[in-house]
């Protein structure tokens, strides 16, 4: 296995990458009785300078929750610079309205479902992303980049599906959301703090991203900064306490958009900024069932965990200075799954010899300003299941059961609705009556989707409920016993 601080890189697809000075050898490795080894070799001179990447992708961040979305009470003035000098995406969709899914879309241009990855991975979870899917930092890795995370990892915190095997030199951070058990920081694949002090992780998320940033400057780097807030539960350190004009929710806001402008003075600092791509998003809409802690969608209907507008379109803002045209606004569709195909172009990957096949595409005309997305569709998977297909300014959106939380009420039961989004955004006026023939289009146009779209793996298995039935009998042969705070 791959040893920290080594030159040698060994995956869990066995393949092993060396890297002298500006060239990358790729070597393919099979082996074959005792010892023997068949190297295939390959190699890439850099030609022109290729940009940096840094995503920061914050977690369950709202879409009325930053002022270049429309939010008055939460002043966010580094990620609002980076839209004002940027391009502003308003149509932008993850992949899920849950985390783990949402992840693996941004990470691999591939609906989730291709991969079985239904919901949320849970520290009592065996599985994670699959050893076969390919990630952005795989194939940025593999061509010269220098690659790392600073965050919330969630697609599997066991060896295997860590992010050192699949394509990062560099980890730091929680393997999970942060309301889980067990939180703790991880160093590459092993643990470096069992105790975590959650008022400071935003800081240390800061720190370990700055000095990324510094170590890297000398050569092509990825930085992939995955935030654990503003999901619940939340906490900001001390100099943001009281700061915003919504409560502590916007206080944790605040203080992410400080770490944007720390991210952002390191890059201008040691004179990256002109060469690098700044992408800022979240994994899904916010959690608004837990109210005030739970985050604004501004004028979209629902949150977190529906496949209404609220769950799944993101903020999502670009910035790259002398490419992307400053105050640009992109109103039409754009999906998470275009960042894969978008970096490897902006990069000069190849990605035809992909194996599996992209749900995304590059963007890269949209971002500099020379033309648009040709997709107009995208699917809203939940759990598994389509509940909702968009095709153009048209959505139509299926039955759904109401569903609670802790006897509260996430959101009322819909029959199915025909929404234009151009005209109701907040998706409140069925069209059906109205445009027959469009709902008939649109039904169509799904079920061509899913036959291209072809079977997939059954769901991995993600949660393991632990069997309590001792705790149950107990209670009912004393029923003055107190169940213990862990059940």
């Known amino acids: 296995m791959r040893k920290r601080n080594s030159p040698l890189r060994m995956n869990r697809k066995n393949k092993i990458a060396f890297l002298p000075g500006k060239h990358r050898l790729f070597a393919n490795v099979s082996a074959i009785g005792f010892g023997l080894l068949t190297f295939t070799v390959q190699a890439q001179t850099l030609k022109s300078p290729r940009p940096n990447i840094v995503i920061i992708n914050a977690d369950d961040l709202g879409y ?7 939010a008055t009470d939460i002043k966010t003035p580094k990620i609002d610079s980076l839209a004002a000098n940027g391009i502003k995406l308003i149509s932008l969709y993850s992949s899920s309205p849950v985390s783990s899914p949402s992840r693996f879309g941004l990470l691999t241009g591939r609906y989730p479902r291709r991969a079985g990855i239904d919901h949320v991975f849970f520290p009592e979870s065996f599985t994670g992303i699959p050893s076969s899917e390919v990630t952005i930092a795989e194939k940025l890795h593999d061509n010269g980049y220098s690659t790392g995370i600073v965050g919330k990892w969630h697609l599997g915190h066991h060896f295997q599906y860590l992010p050192l095997q699949n394509g990062f030199d560099e980890y730091y951070g929680i393997p999970y959301s942060n309301d889980m058990q067990g939180v703790a920081y991880l160093q590459g694949n092993q643990p470096d703090s069992l105790t975590v002090n959650q008022h400071y992780i935003t800081q240390t998320y800061t720190r370990k991203a700055v000095d990324f940033i510094q170590r890297n ?103 790259w200075p002398g490419k992307i045209k400053a105050g640009s606004v992109y109103s039409d569709l754009a999906l998470q799954l275009d960042i894969f195909p978008t970096l490897l172009s902006l990069a000069g990957i190849n990605a035809a010899d992909l194996k599996n096949p992209l749900d995304g595409e590059d963007i890269s005309p949209v971002l500099l300003g020379k033309g648009h997305r040709k997709g107009n569709e995208f699917v809203y998977f939940n759990n598994g299941k389509i509940e909702a297909f968009r095709k153009g300014d048209w959505k139509i959106h299926f039955p759904t059961k109401e569903e609670t939380l802790l006897g509260l009420t996430i959101f009322q039961g819909t029959d199915s609705l025909l929404i234009n989004l151009k005209d109701d955004l907040a998706e409140q006026h069925d069209l059906r009556k109205i445009y027959p023939e469009k709902e008939k289009e649109l039904l169509q146009a799904l079920d061509a989707f899913q036959k291209r779209f072809g079977n997939n793996p059954p769901r991995l298995i993600q949660s393991m409920p632990a069997d309590n039935s001792h705790i149950k009998k107990l209670l009912e042969r004393h029923p003055e016993a107190k169940l213990p705070s862990r059940f």
């Open 217 to 319: 400057k000398g050569k092509s780097f990825f930085l992939y900064l995955a935030h654990n807030m503003p999901h619940v539960p939340l906490y900001v350190s001390p100099p943001f306490e009281g700061k915003s004009g919504r409560g502590l929710y916007g206080d944790v806001i605040q203080e992410i958009d400080w770490s944007v402008g720390q991210v952002l003075q390191a890059l201008k600092d040691n004179g990256l900024d002109k060469n690098t791509l700044v992408i800022f998003t979240s994994d899904n809409g916010p959690w608004r069932q837990f109210d005030i802690e739970g985050g604004s969608a501004g004028p979209l209907r629902y949150g977190k965990g529906t496949t209404f507008e609220g769950g799944q379109r993101v903020p999502g803002v670009a910035y």
């Open 64 to 70: 009325g929750d930053i002022g270049a979305f429309g």
